[in-house]
């Protein structure tokens, strides 16, 4: 089987298909240059301790997906079958990610989505307000370390977004040193120091 690979004009007669998927996550925004804009996902980045402001443009994009979705069914009559199954089950699936409340649901509360809701959602914000961590940044340090664990998954993606019933169970994991792992790296280097060096003390004696 051959392929060009990326554009080359070489040809790999050895890779078979490739099953990545390329779609964009990501949008970037019509008007790279307006102000309001930028000074809002400058502070949404310093508030929920974001790496950059394409993190924001992949929530947007996800929501904007889903207000598109949301406005095609609304269109529909309300008895018609592809409103109730595919509505119900949008519904369903915010309520369970906890964007949407018990009492809000039907489809005009999905167009009152907001990217904050989104960014709340994530496993870094939720990490930092159970606690676990100093600091919104110190949560993301953590989560990229393997020290959290959702339920028995050990996750180390802060974009991950937390189920409602998932978020009880927002715990350190097992092998990290804030758990019940052993002590890091530099910690275990002080101890055999401190170790030697009374020792040393107890020999002088």
């Known amino acids: 089987y051959q392929r060009r690979v990326h554009g080359d004009s070489r040809i790999n007669s050895k890779m078979g298909k490739d099953y990545r998927v390329t779609n964009s996550t990501s ?12 000074d809002k996902e400058l502070k ?16 947007n994009y996800t929501l904007s997906k889903i207000r598109s979705i949301a406005r095609v069914l609304l269109t529909l009559p309300e008895k018609e079958p592809k409103r109730l199954f595919e509505g119900g089950a949008l519904l369903r699936r915010l309520t369970r990610l906890g964007l949407l409340s018990e009492s809000e649901q039907k489809l005009d509360y999905v167009l009152g989505l907001t990217t904050e809701k989104f960014l709340d959602r994530r496993l870094q914000t939720r990490v930092f307000q ?6 919104i940044h110190h949560a993301r340090c953590m989560i990229f370390q393997r ?4 339920g028995k998954r050990m996750v180390n993606v ?16 097992a092998t990290s ?3 019940s792992g052993r002590a890091g790296r530099v910690k275990r280097k002080s101890l055999k120091n401190k170790k030697s060096s009374d020792a040393a003390a107890e020999e002088d004696m």
């Not at 159970?130 to 600091?135: D, F, G, K």
């Not at 020290?147 to 959702?150: Q, S």
């Not at 019933?165 to 350190?172: A, F, L, P």
């Open 147 to 150: 020290h959290i664990r959702v």
């Open 44 to 59: 949404l980045c310093g508030e929920y301790g974001l790496r950059n402001k394409r993190e924001v443009w992949r929530v």
């Open 27 to 38: 949008k970037r925004p019509r008007r790279p240059y307006e102000r309001e804009r930028l």
């Open 177 to 179: 040193p804030y758990g």
């Open 158 to 173: 802060p974009s991950f977004l937390v189920r409602t019933e998932s978020e009880k169970v927002i715990e350190y994991s």
């Open 130 to 135: 159970s606690r676990l961590a100093q600091s």
